[in-house]
Structures are given as structure tokens and as C-alpha cells.
């Protein structure tokens, strides 16, 4: 592993706030299923990155890929700028906060 890709594991796991498990849960609710952009109708851009992240978070670190720090990369960069748009209020039952989760963050962790 090299010194980027263990600084980016490092950033990853700190803004990915939810277990693998929490996140299974999470997206299979309907709440999950209606948020984020979707392409033809079908899964959101969220949604499919959380079931990815939930590969991340069970794969060995020695398994990763190039894909897989690209995508941890991604992840911390939707999570850091989404964080950053928060809304005034309760955000507890908020598209804000679904959004987050689908990429692996609880906001009210």
C-alpha cells in the first residue's frame, strides 16, 4: 500500500461513519431509494455508490484496486462538499440526510 492510497483508506474511514451492516439495512428502505440523481429512471448515483461502499468495507485492504481508491476518493469528495451544504433545522428526516447516507455518512452519528 502505498502512502496515498493509505492517507485515502485513512480519509475514507473517517467519513464513512456507518458500519457495512447499517448500510445494507439503510438501503433497502424506500427513503434510500428516493434521493440522489437518477439516469434513466433507474438507481440512483448514490444508491449504487453505497452498495460499492459496502464491497469497500468488507474487501481486505490488500484486494483493493486502483477502481476501489478512485472510488474512496469520490466518496470523500461528495461527503466533504454534501457536509458543507448542510441545512438549517432538524435534518433528521431530510433528502439532505438520506443523500448522505447512501454514501455511508450519518450525519447525526
Sequence with gaps: MTADERQVAAEFGQAVNMTAKELERWLATEESKTV?????????????????????????KSALTEQDYAHMRKVVGYIHRHLA?????????????????????????
Design 85 to 109: 451544504q448542510r441545512p438549517s433545522g432538524d435534518v433528521r428526516e431530510t433528502r439532505w440526510r438520506y443523500s448522505l447516507m447512501n454514501w455511508g455518512h450519518d450525519p447525526l452519528k
Design 36 to 60: 440522489g440523481q437518477k439516469s434513466d429512471g433507474g438507481e440512483s448515483t448514490g444508491h449504487e455508490s453505497g452498495r460499492k461502499i459496502i464491497e469497500l468495507l468488507r474487501a481486505k
